[in-house]
């Protein structure tokens, strides 16, 4: 859940939140809740993420709303842009795209 949901306050940046911690246990295996933290901030130091989603994650799961990465942000890192993926990793990207592009949509 969104740092700022415990204030009683939502919005999309929320949501991009939750589709930050969906990615980050669809490509661990383990909930967020698994990981240290720093002031709110998911220490992703020791984990080791597929190219494309290793700056997506952390820009999505960013404790401070106003820092969040957005929607478009993400969408264009997961398009590759940028980064060198291998097949696998490209296919997990465009999928998540997908995903966020639903979401942001509806």
Known sequence: MAPEQFQGRA??????????????????????TSFPQRRLRIDLSNEKLPKGLANVI???????EEDRMTANEALRALDGTGFE???????????MGRIMWTCTEN
């Open 11 to 32: 919005s999309t940046s929320s949501d991009l939140y939750g589709i930050g911690a969906t990615m980050l246990t669809l490509a661990t295996g383990r909930p967020p």
């Open 58 to 64: 952390p820009g999505l799961l960013e404790p401070v």
């Open 85 to 95: 993926m291998d097949e696998d990793e490209t296919v997990v990207a465009n999928a």
